[in-house]
């Protein structure tokens, strides 16, 4: 297993060298599921039939190498009273990512050997862009939700959305007293985020191709 996933992320260092280089193959794509019932589609290159490169599929909440999630809510109370649990302000930390986990790598790289042949293999995933004149990152929910419109008013650091497998996007959101106590009830009840959603925008600019990238916020927005 550890041969693999090294063999895949010596792939991941070499992938900005030999991009330019690479002519994927459009007729190649072909949609693989894993057990966790994720579909991932890959496409292969002309100069090399038997490599493939995955689309990221979906973004997820990131995890340390100890498999604790990343994210963080601090409550600010006014009173060292347990009877009052009043806030004062709220401060909210997570990392979001889209690559794969070490046991889908191993996973879609066996699937990738079964549905086409044994010589195939999985090298990475598809080369991405941003637009640096476009912002890449929305908060957003198709109807009207004070929940959601709280969160996007209070972000207040982020860094840049990532291009390479690993790589995670960090935010940082701080609320005021009335502020936390809706970020607080939404954990509480995570239906409260309604549809909303973080999309992330990328270019598969080879193809011509445009790739948005969401998690649901009442999917990782909770207790």
């Known amino acids: 297993m ?3 996933i090294w063999i895949y992320l010596i792939g991941m260092l070499i992938l900005p060298a030999i991009g330019k280089a690479q002519a994927f193959k459009p007729e190649s794509k072909i949609s693989l599921s ?3 019932s994720s579909e991932w589609v890959l496409i292969s290159r002309g100069d090399n039939p038997q490599a493939y490169y ?5 973004l997820r909440l990131s995890v340390n190498k100890r498999g604790r999630e990343e994210m963080s809510f601090l409550e600010i109370r006014k009173s060292t009273n347990p009877k009052d649990s009043s806030l004062q302000a709220g401060i909210l930390h997570f990392l979001l990512s889209w690559d794969l986990s070490p046991r889908q790598i191993m996973e879609l790289d066996t699937a990738v050997k ?3 042949n044994k010589h195939a293999m999985l090298w990475g995933s598809i080369p991405l862009q941003t637009d640096e004149t476009d912002p890449a990152v929305e908060i957003s929910a198709t109807k009207a939700n004070e929940y959601v419109n709280v969160l996007v008013k209070s972000l207040r650091a982020s860094s840049q959305i990532p291009t390479h497998p690993g790589g995670k996007w960090a935010a940082s ?9 809706k970020v607080r009830e ?3 009840d995570p239906a409260l985020w309604g549809d909303g959603a973080i999309h992330w925008k990328y270019y598969f600019q ?4 445009e790739l948005t990238l969401s998690i649901a916020l009442s999917e990782f927005l909770r207790k």
């Open 206 to 209: 080879e193809l011509q191709e």
């Open 2 to 4: 550890k041969k693999r």
């Open 34 to 36: 894993l057990k966790d």
């Open 186 to 188: 939404a954990f509480n």
């Open 173 to 181: 959101f701080q609320f005021e007293a009335k502020e936390a106590e």
């Open 114 to 116: 079964h549905q086409i």
């Open 54 to 58: 995955y689309y990221p599929a979906k």
